[in-house]
């Protein structure tokens, strides 16, 4: 790999771990954009999803959004159905829940992801029971 792409690799790494709100591929992107104005946003997309390839970052899937996480062991999160915020959960990874399911369904199992919805402090603060 070439000096710059390193230099870049690491320039997005960086901002994934700056952050611990789970940031989506476009808040990387601006906060990357703010140090490197030279950077595209294909240069950062592609390095997020080799960076999660390498595991030094982990791709979290919630509904409606793809999140990027500094954290790459097995942990739950929370989604917040109104806002989007992503939270670490401290629910222990269930690893018997992978022996059970690998016995029921013959899978080699090698993970399970679990997202918790519901409506976050800050959401439920804001008031409104409506809806
Ligand atoms: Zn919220
Ligand atoms: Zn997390």
Redesign the pocket.
């Known amino acids: 790999m070439q000096r710059r792409e390193t230099k870049q690799r690491e320039t997005v790494l960086n901002a994934v771990c700056a952050r611990c709100d ?1 940031p989506t591929a476009e808040q990387i992107y601006q906060d990357v954009r703010a140090l490197n104005a030279r950077i595209s946003r294909g240069t950062v997309y592609r390095n997020l999803a080799c960076l999660s390839q390498d595991g030094k970052i ?1 791709h ?1 899937k919630v509904p409606g959004a793809d999140r990027y ?1 500094f ?1 790459t062991d097995p ?1 739950c ?1 929370a989604v917040c159905t109104r806002c989007g915020a ?3 959960v401290p629910a222990a990874y269930d690893a018997e829940l992978d022996r059970e399911t690998a016995e029921a369904t013959g899978f080699e199992i090698l993970l399970h992801r679990t997202v918790f919805e519901g409506i976050c402090p800050a959401c439920r603060n804001a008031g409104g029971s409506g809806s």
Request: charged share 40%.
């Open positions: 789970h982990r979290v996480d954290r942990h999160h992503v939270l670490d």
